[in-house]
């Protein structure tokens, strides 16, 4: 199972992103995807996740209302579309998915059993 995460960088505060993550290995329409975030010294945190089948979508209450989760399964890949970011958004993004996560434990990054390298985001003036 791979997952290669892309589309990071650097932005001033109040623009715009938009992550990738393309998911290869296994049966993407049978996985829920999430994306979490990793700041220096701190916890890796949930940050959204996209269930299988419906799409139901999960944000941490500190993105919700500037980020967006979507998947096209067609293409194997989840995107994260980041508007209104600020300083604190700044984190390297990973990507991730494993088997038998349910939909209560969606925020969970210890059910997640495999995992992108990541991508830097970077907002600052």
């Known amino acids: 199972v791979q997952l290669q995460a892309s589309g990071g960088g650097l932005v001033q505060p109040g623009g715009s992103l938009r992550l990738s993550c393309v998911v290869s290995g296994l049966t993407f329409n049978d996985y829920n995807i999430g994306w979490f975030r990793e700041a220096p010294a701190k916890e890796r945190d949930f940050v959204a996740a996209?269930?299988?089948?419906?799409?139901?979508?999960y944000y941490a209450d500190s993105v919700k209302g500037r980020f967006t989760i979507s998947r096209d399964n067609a293409k194997n890949t989840v995107y994260l579309q980041m508007n209104s970011l600020k300083p604190e958004d700044t984190a390297v993004y990973y990507c991730?998915?494993?088997?038998?996560?349910?939909?209560?434990?969606?925020?969970?990054?210890?059910?997640?059993?495999?995992w992108g390298q990541g991508t830097q985001v970077t907002v600052s003036s």
């Open positions: 991730a998915t494993g088997d038998g996560i349910i939909q209560s434990s969606i925020r969970n990054p210890g059910n997640y059993g495999y």
């Open positions: 996209i269930t299988l089948g419906i799409g139901r979508t």
